[in-house]
């Protein structure tokens, strides 16, 4: 797929641009329409306008979109497509959950979710189909691929799990919340690790 930030043509980036704040708007209105049924109540939650398998599972949702160009009086079609795929594509379960969001060959938007914070017994955040359409809302218009994970701050007598959302090149984009957890540490490097999850680090 091409990448969203390495192409230079000025007219490629505004299209780009004008994709994610269209599909920014669906991924809004999916949103809005969920609420309103979760609102109107359980016996027609059979009405969620979202896939069954929504948002753990494997599951794809299309859009397609018309408009008018004002100045040159053509007729445009986008075909915005809302992907997810369950943490299981590497062949390990500890693989994290990602959901993408692409036009043709460009994704527009990109979130991936830890998976060892979605299998935590005790979860501090609830990781539902609300905070993946939210999650995607903002990787659309930062215009940046997101990772939502944890990092451990050291202490004594407990280690601290700080809960974030960072871009692909590890900037801080939001702290989601932070709690107190038991020392475990990684069996080949000895680097603290979360709660739940192999006992060692990703990626060795
Ligand atoms: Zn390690």
């Known amino acids: 797929m091409k990448d969203m930030h390495n192409d230079n043509d000025p007219q490629f980036r505004r299209d780009v641009t004008m994709y994610r704040e269209l599909a920014c708007h669906w991924i809004a209105q999916e949103r809005e329409a969920r609420r309103t049924q979760l609102h109107i109540g359980a016996a027609q939650y059979s009405n ?12 794809t949702m299309t859009e397609t979109i018309r408009w008018l160009d004002d100045v040159r009086r053509h007729n445009h079609q986008a075909t915005l497509v809302f992907r997810g795929l369950p943490n299981v594509t590497n062949g390990t379960s500890w693989a994290p959950f990602v959901w993408q969001l692409y036009s043709g060959e460009v994704i527009l938007g990109h979130v991936e979710l830890d998976a060892r914070l979605f299998f935590d017994p005790e979860p501090l955040l609830s990781w539902d189909a609300d905070f993946v359409l939210e999650s995607m809302m903002q990787s659309l218009s930062q215009g940046r691929q997101l990772r939502v994970s944890s990092r451990i701050e050291e202490g004594f007598p407990q280690n ?23 020392k475990r540490v990684c069996s ?3 680097r603290a690790l979360p709660p739940t999850g192999p006992q060692q680090c990703l990626y060795h």
């Open 48 to 59: 969620d306008p979202l896939p069954r398998a929504f948002p753990f599972g494997h599951f």
């Open 188 to 190: 080949i490097c000895h």
């Open 160 to 182: 601290v799990q700080v809960f974030e959302i960072r871009t692909f090149d590890n900037g801080l984009l939001r702290e989601l919340g932070r709690r107190y957890i038991h």
